[in-house]
T-cell receptor, first 110, second 114 residues
């Protein structure tokens, strides 16, 4: 079963706009990660936020985590056509395993 | 430094045939994983190997077997392929020795079972 559920399932924005996607999960976590997948490729790690952190930044990415609501959001600022991809959240409970959500498909129109 | 490599990239099998998907990593990672991804969905864990010499079932292990050949290599075997196993298979590795489990993925194997 999927632990994380992303929302929305699909998002279409204009280049230069910000993109926000959300992830909800069901059980307690140790870390939450976001990955990007370009069409037909493997996943690429973007950012990891620990359960005791509330916000983290990496370049144009901003991730927030609200453990009381069991949710996280990924904000991509000033989006580019190259950001077109699927984005997945993944959680771990301090085991060796990650559980992935079903993903948000982002389309950035030039 | 190639990261995680997978072979083959594409494969077509007939129902009942067997095959082995190969995966290797050159990052000296302890843990390795096999996932499948069906259209429009996230990844589901088939099997994983937390460290050399150990393997464990994931969420969808039925119809698959794995071998952790050494620290670098982790193979996935389909003994008798079924159309329901048509999917894209990804191998991943991580340095998961009590720390964060950021994973590094291979490019995938697209498998079609007819």
């Amino acid at each position: 079963s999927q632990q994380g559920e992303e929302d929305p399932q699909a998002l279409s924005i204009q280049e230069g706009e910000n993109a926000t996607m959300n992830c909800s999960y069901k059980t307690s976590i140790n870390n939450l990660q976001w990955y990007r997948q370009n069409s037909g490729r493997g996943l690429v790690h973007l950012i990891l936020i620990r359960s005791n952190e509330r916000e983290k930044h990496s370049g144009r990415l901003r991730v927030t985590l609200d453990t009381s609501k069991k949710s996280s959001s990924l904000l991509i600022t000033a989006s580019r056509a190259a950001d077109t991809a699927s984005y997945f959240c993944a959680t771990d409970d301090s085991s060796y395993k990650l559980i992935f959500g079903s993903g948000t498909r982002l389309l950035v129109r030039p | 430094n190639a990261g995680v490599t997978q072979t083959p990239k594409f494969q077509v099998l007939k129902t009942g045939q067997s095959m082995t998907l190969q995966c290797a990593q050159d990052m000296n990672h302890n843990s390795m994983y096999w996932y499948r991804q069906d259209p429009g969905m996230g990844l589901r864990l088939i099997y994983y190997s937390a460290s050399e010499g150990t393997t464990d079932k994931g969420e969808v292990p039925n119809g698959y077997n794995v071998s952790r050949l050494n620290k670098r290599e982790f193979s996935l075997r389909l003994e008798s392929a079924a159309p329901s196993q048509t999917s894209v298979y990804f191998c991943a590795s991580s340095e998961a020795r009590g720390g964060p489990v950021e994973q590094y993925f291979g490019p995938g194997t697209r498998l079609t079972v007819t």
